[in-house]
Structures are given as C-alpha cells and as structure tokens.
C-alpha cells in the first residue's frame, strides 16, 4: 500500500461510567453534544480540517451506535479509496479474543492496521474531548523538535492542576516527569491526550510495554514513564484554545453552555474549521406564535410553543406551550408537555416530559439534573 | 411492484413569471423552505415511494443543478444498478413550460429500453409535495389505463404515469401522431387511449410565479400545512452543508417562522422564512419576509414583504417595504444600501 505520512489512531472505547445514565447504551464519545453534534464528531472533524485522511477509531463498550454512526465516514469526508475511517473493535485471535485493557493494549492490538500504512507518525486521539485543533500545527513542531514523542499540553488553573495528568517540563519544553493527578503539582500544563509518535518508537515502547506483566497498558501511567526511563525525547506541545474533557454530567453541561458565550472560545460558526456530523435531515425549526427564545442555540426539526432561555435544543425537539427551558440541554427528539419548568438539566434524548413536570436542581446544590426514565417515574 | 417505476423529472422548464429568482438557476433549483430546492420535493417523493432510477431532463444552463445533486448520494440514489441519470437538452435555448418534451427524451431512448421497468413516471421539477407514487400505479392498474394524470383541486400537477413501451411508441411514431410531448398525448381530443385522472387530495403547490413563491412559502408557517409536507417516516432529502444549530442571541425575539441552521438571530422576525446562515442584526425588524442562504441584515433595518435571494447584502438602516401581492425581490448576490432607494 501507498506509505501514509501520519496515521490517526482515536481512542473510542471508554465507557465514560461519570456520564453515568447518558452512557447506559452508548459509548461516551457518541454522546450528543451542543444541539448537533456527538463528541467524536470534534476530533474526526479536527482530522479532516487538518488534512489526515487515515483514522482507525478504536471502539469496545457498548459499539453498535457508534459503528453505525462512524459508517464508512462519509460525513467527515473520510471515505477514501486508500485509508479513510476503519472501525477497530477487539477481536479473537487463535490464542483467544483480546480485550483492550488499556489505551496502550488497544494501540497494540491493532499495529497490524498501522503496519499496512507504514507511517511516519502516529497520532492518538481520544474520542472523548471538544476542541478544535489543527493537528499540522503539532506535527510540524514534533518534525522541527525532533521528538520521540510530542505531547499536546494546556495550561489550566493551579487549583484545578491536581485533577489532570501534569507534565512537569524544563525551559525547552521537554517532558521530565508526568504526574497523573498529583496532590501538590508542580506545574499547570495538563495532558490532552494527545500524542503524536514516531511510529518506530511506538512500536518499539508499545512491544517493551506488552512483554511487562506488570504494565496495565496505559499511555500516562505506563508507556510515557517507560520513555522517560529510557531517556527518550519527550517534548510538551502548548496548545492555545478552547478544551474541555467532558467527563462528567456536570463538565458536559458546562460545555454546552460555554457554547452560548461568544468568546468562549469555541466557535462553531468558523466555515474554516467547520464541525462535521451526520445529518439527521429534518425540516427547518419551527417557532411559533407563542414562542420567546433567548440566547439559546436551536438545531433543525425542532417546534418550539414554549419559552427557552439561555439552552441548547438538539434536533427534533418539540416544547409545547407555556414551558420553560432554563439553562438546559435537551437531547434530540425529546418532547416537553404543557407548562413544564426545567431548571440546569440535562433532558436526554427521546424522553417525553408530562404536561406540568417541575425539574430543577436543589437549591442550595450546584448540581445539574439530569433526567431519566425512572427518575420521572419519581416526581 | 413500485419497484417497476422508471423516474423522469423535466428540470427544462422556464417560466417568465419567476423572473428575478431564476436569473442564475433553472426552475428546480429555485431554495424553498428554508433549506430545500424546489426539485426535493419530487425527487424526494420518487424516492420515498421506491423508484430507484431516475431520469433528470435539464437545460443547457444547469451548474446550479449539478451541484446539488452531485452523485444523488442524499438520495440514496448513487447506486451501482440504476440510481441518477442526467438528459442534457439538445438545444441551447430550449426553454418553456412544455413538460416531457419528446424530442428530449427521443435522444435518450435507451435508457428506456435497457431498463426493465414497466412504467414510466413523468413529472415536472416545480411542485412542492410529499406524494406516494405507489397510490398512483395502484390506480393506474386497476382502473387499466394507458395514461393517469395527477391532479390538484381539478387542474393538473403536471405529473404523468405511463407504460414505458407505450412511450417508447409514442415517441418513436412522432411524426405520425404529432404529439411533441405528454402533455400533447394527454389533451388530445380525438384520444383513442385511456386517459385517467388521479385527484391527488394531499397537500401540493406549483410554484410557477414569483406571488406564488412567496403566497405558498407563507402557507409552510401554518402547522397543518407543514405537517403535511414534512413527514417522519417520509423526509424530504436535499444536499446537506453541516451548519452549526442556529444561535438566538439576547434580545432577539422570533414569532411564527420558520429557520434554517446556522443563523445568528439578533433582531426580530416574525411570520418569516429564514435560510441557512442568515444573519439579523440587532434592531433590525423582518416581518413577512423570505430570506435566502447566507444573506446578510445589518442592524436597525426594516424589512417587510420581501424576498432576498442568496447572498444578498443589506447594510444598516435600510427600509425594504413590500405588499402581499408583490413582494419586494432583492436579487441573488446584490448590495442594498440604506440610500439606493431614497
């Protein structure tokens, strides 16, 4: 096959168990997010705009939606003759079936896909973040560093550093210690996840990694360590923009909202780094007479009777009249009834909401609600 | 049985009456409904109905056309067997309001008989609908005719079904019959055929002039009518370009409209249609209004009755006053100054 430059391996298999009901029957980087999208759709959107064509997406909980929504990547642009997207479950082997028990172990398994390309460099991605980023940018830096391994990095605040991987650098940016979630931090540049690497050297660690007993197979707590050992080239990449892991009800939500700020940063509206998804072909929203919408961002499909106030309205949506919508995230297809209030939720998609439902969070909490079947059933 | 269905859509017709929304595109590819072109609709409905070949006749000038129907990928129509055919016009002007031309389709008469599809749909590009063709062919076998037409509140949709060996006939006896298209076969007084009409009771609109552009864009702002169109188990398919939810921003205020994605709503807009990307800037009113893609309002505007077609440019403070029966039309692409009118 024709050599590939850089190939993409993104990690989609997390469960995402902080999502907690969100991720019950799908994978968390296929969670909706900002009235359109799915998570994954930044990071496959992020590699069609940075002109890398090969993606292996690498998947294992709970797949089925995932696989069929990924398809052959047409809505990325990623259905090539050579490369384009290829789906990486685990798979049997005559020795057994393989599961992937760590992101190291999932890389490992599947070095026959990269092998086929014989790349250059391997980027890994991980399925589960929203940003937007020219993933050139990294790799020209790795190419002029000279790096075994590059590491996208982001300066968060000292107060938070504690609960994020941190790379503790020297003045030229190279990695000498990374400190997986560290009581007392000695830096504030946070992993990404993000690796770009050469592929010789990947192959080598990962092969070193597999032969350990020990190793739980992990790109932070055991590879990255490994090349530090053995006193491989490890440069920091400082990325600038918009970043957030969504990992927690609470995170997601935040993310959501952040869409509704102009200057967070995050600017769906950029035609030069458009987000692809796939679309759900549905007629243009309808707001009627009775309506009264603001700030809010409002997807396709949607009929909208009732009162939204700084939300995210996913497609297909209907909220009847006298019903008010707060601060929310209402997932595709929902419908809300008469007269409900809904306060700092996340209503997940195709629930139906009674007439006159109330849901809102305690008061004195910062809690986000995030409704479900049963949870209704409660109320 | 529907699969038997050969689809031909004429995309050649031209009407003087739409005027300045067809300086630049054919008919069927006149934007409605915020974010369709006017051929979706019946493409859509031959699709939905379970016609997998269909046949577009089209004009010289077509780039409009092209490129939005590309391969028929959204149409599920790019298929290895059967799937989206294109019939260029054999001549350069050729331009009326004549469906089915028969000379047109003469020059590709073997699409017709390497098929073996035992009927053949013909229809025009302008009518706006969600029809099962299935219900057609049902009658058509059942009452044995040689011709249905479909019909609307008793005057014809320009829709034709026909066995296709008798329309290879028909047009290969041109020069005996006379008759230069269907429409011809099916008004002929001395008609040895069995002509059938089809009251088609559902909801449907032939746009065929700039009043009735914008009369049946308002009608999509009653539900009922809306309802009728846009189906869940039936969509109406077209190119999709991934715009981002639309963003209502504070102190916008929106009444009974219907919007595209990817606008920025800063001012208000009542009783309107609102393509993709449009952007209303604060202050600015639109009432009664149909603003195509991309079109950009400045702020503190008024803009009533209007019709902008794409990529139109208003600036600040400019007041735009149409009436009902004859809209104010901004041409595709055009400036509008706050002074040009003064």
């Given amino acids: 096959m024709v050599r590939k430059k850089c190939v993409a391996m993104l990690l989609a298999g997390g469960k995402g168990s902080r999502l907690s009901s969100l991720t ?32 292996g997406v690498l998947t294992q909980y709970q797949p089925l939606l995932l696989h069929s929504y990924i398809g052959i990547g047409s809505a990325w642009d990623l259905d090539r003759r050579h490369g384009g997207v290829t789906v990486l479950p685990p798979y049997t082997e005559s020795s057994g079936v393989k599961w992937y028990t760590g992101t ?64 503790n650098t020297n003045k030229n940016m190279e990695v000498t210690k990374f400190e997986e979630k560290p009581l007392y931090p000695k830096n504030n540049l946070a992993s990404m996840g993000i690796y770009i690497f050469k592929w010789s050297v990947l192959k080598e660690f990962l092969e070193m990694d597999d032969r350990n007993p020990e190793s739980s197979h992990d790109f932070g707590k055991d590879v990255i ?34 869409l509704l700020q102009e200057d967070s940063g995050l600017n769906l509206f950029d035609y030069n780094q458009r987000i692809y998804s796939v ?24 009929v909208i009777e009732g009162n939204i106030d700084h939300s995210v309205i996913f497609q297909g949506v209907h909220v009847e009249e006298g019903s008010i919508i707060k601060d929310s ?39 986000i609600k995030l409704v479900t079947e049963e949870s209704l059933l409660l109320i | 049985m529907h699969k038997n269905i050969l689809g031909v859509i004429d995309a050649t017709t031209h009407n003087n009456m739409m005027e300045d929304l067809i300086l630049n595109r054919s008919m069927c590819a006149v934007p409605f409904a915020g974010r369709y072109r006017l051929i979706d609709f019946v493409l859509s409905s031959m699709v939905n109905s379970g016609i997998e070949s269909v046949a577009i006749l089209h004009s010289y000038e077509n780039r409009s056309l092209m490129d939005h129907l590309g391969s028929g990928r959204e149409w599920d129509l790019n298929r290895k067997r059967d799937g989206l055919f294109f019939f260029p016009s054999p001549r350069k002007e050729s331009q009326s309001e004549i469906i089915g031309c028969f000379k047109q389709l003469r020059r590709n008469l073997d699409y017709f008989y390497r098929g073996d599809r035992k009927y053949t749909l013909i229809s025009n590009c302008h009518t706006v609908c969600n029809i099962n063709f299935k219900d057609i ?42 008759y230069e298209s269907i429409v011809d ?22 746009i065929n002039s700039i009043e009735k552009y914008y009369s049946h864009s308002m009608e999509l702002l009653n539900p009922a009518i809306w309802k009728q169109l846009f189906l869940k188990n039936n969509p109406i398919y077209t190119k999709v370009k991934d715009e981002p939810p639309t963003r209502y921003v504070n102190g916008s205020l929106v009444k009974n409209s219907m919007i595209a994605n990817g606008c ?18 604060k202050g600015t009113v639109v009432k009664n209004s149909i603003i195509m893609q991309k079109s950009q309002i400045g702020t503190n505007c008024t803009l009533e009755s209007a019709i902008l077609d794409k990529d139109v440019r208003v600036e600040n403070g400019v007041i735009l006053l149409g009436t009902n029966s004859a809209p104010f039309v901004l041409r595709k692409g055009s400036v509008q100054g706050a002074l040009m009118n003064s």
Wanted: aromatic content about 10%; proline content about 5%; overall charge negative.
């Fill in chain 1, 279 to 302: 679309n759900p072909n549905q007629p243009p929203q309808y707001i009627s007479p009775t309506a009264n919408i603001h700030e809010s961002l409002i997807n396709e499909g949607c």
């Fill in chain 1, 104 to 167: 190291a172990s999932a890389i490992y398994q599947n070095m026959n896909y990269l092998s086929q390309y014989d790349p250059e460099y391997v980027l890994i991605l991980s399925g589960d973040h929203i940003y937007k980023m020219d993933y050139n940018d990294m790799l020209e830096y790795h190419i002029k560093e000279e790096a075994d391994v590059s590491i996208s990095v982001i300066e968060v605040p000292w107060e938070e550093a504690s609960r994020f991987g941190i790379m």
């Fill in chain 1, 329 to 367: 995230v209402i997932m595709p297809d929902a419908v809300i009834g008469k007269n409900v209030y809904i306060e700092r939720a996340i209503i997940p998609e195709g629930i139906h909401i009674p007439d006159n439902t109330i849901i809102r969070a305690d008061k004195d909490t910062d809690e």
């Fill in chain 2, 185 to 206: 076969v099916v008004i002929d007084k001395n008609q040895t055929l069995k002509i059938s009409e089809y009251e088609y009771t559902g909801y449907a609109a032939m």
């Fill in chain 1, 225 to 258: 360590p490994l090349l530090l050992e053995e006193k491989k080239k490890l440069i920091a990449y400082p990325f600038k923009g918009y970043w957030k892991d969504v990992g927690t009800v609470k995170s997601l939500w935040e993310a959501n909202m952040d």
């Fill in chain 2, 137 to 178: 062919l049902t009658r058509h076998i059942t009452t044995n005719s040689d011709v249905t037409e479909v019909r609307h509140k008793e005057k014809s949709l320009g829709m034709f079904l026909i066995e296709t060996s008798l329309l290879i006939d028909l047009i290969n006896n041109q020069e005996y019959n006379g």
């Fill in chain 1, 24 to 55: 019950k029957t799908l994978a968390k980087p296929a969670v909706p997010f900002g009235g359109k999208y799915r998570i994954i759709d930044f990071t496959l959107s992020n590699c069609t705009n940075s002109g890398i064509d090969t993606v």
């Fill in chain 2, 264 to 281: 920025v709503i800063e001012g208000h807009v009542e009783n309107s249609i609102i393509f993709r990307g449009v952007k209303i800037g």
